[in-house]
Nanobody, 124 residues
Framework: QVQLVESGGGLVQAGGSLRLSCAAS????????MGWFRQAPGKEREFVAT????????TYADSVKGRFTISRDNAKNTVYLQMNSLKLEDTAVYYC?????????????????WGQGTQVTVSS
């Protein structure tokens, strides 16, 4: 099993920045691709960003491209999501996810492990 714990969420004004962290523990050697998803009230969970094991490949949702950056530190078993120029519509619970396969993926169903989520609220 792999446990994922997110941190770094909070309340921020529009235009501000936050950095989310996701610390993995347990059988971390069994997972490769990592991703961030988010879910706003009344909406389905949606893809935000994903990163390959080496960090050389990243993919972003169009809605966050150019504003968010995903990165990872394998020595620390941690994945980050730097969020800049935050907008009201970025308000959601953000989830970290891990996948046992090396191919990056955008669908929640393609991920094997999930964190409990961290709330990000952007105010005007």
């Amino acid at each position: 099993q792999v446990q994922l714990v997110e941190s770094g969420g909070g309340l921020v004004q529009a235009g501000g920045s936050l950095r989310l962290s996701c610390a993995a523990s347990g059988r971390t050697g069994s997972v490769y691709t990592m991703g961030w998803f988010r879910q706003a009230p009344g909406k389905e969970r949606e893809f935000v960003a994903t990163i390959s094991w080496s960090g050389s490949t990243t993919t972003y949702a169009d809605s966050v491209k150019g504003r968010f950056t995903i990165s990872r530190d394998n020595a620390k078993n941690t994945v980050y999501l730097q969020m800049n120029s935050l907008k009201l519509e970025d308000t959601a619970v953000y989830y970290c996810a891990a996948r046992r396969l090396t191919q990056i993926a955008r669908l929640p169903s393609e991920y094997d492990y999930w964190g409990q989520g961290t709330q990000v609220t952007v105010s005007s």
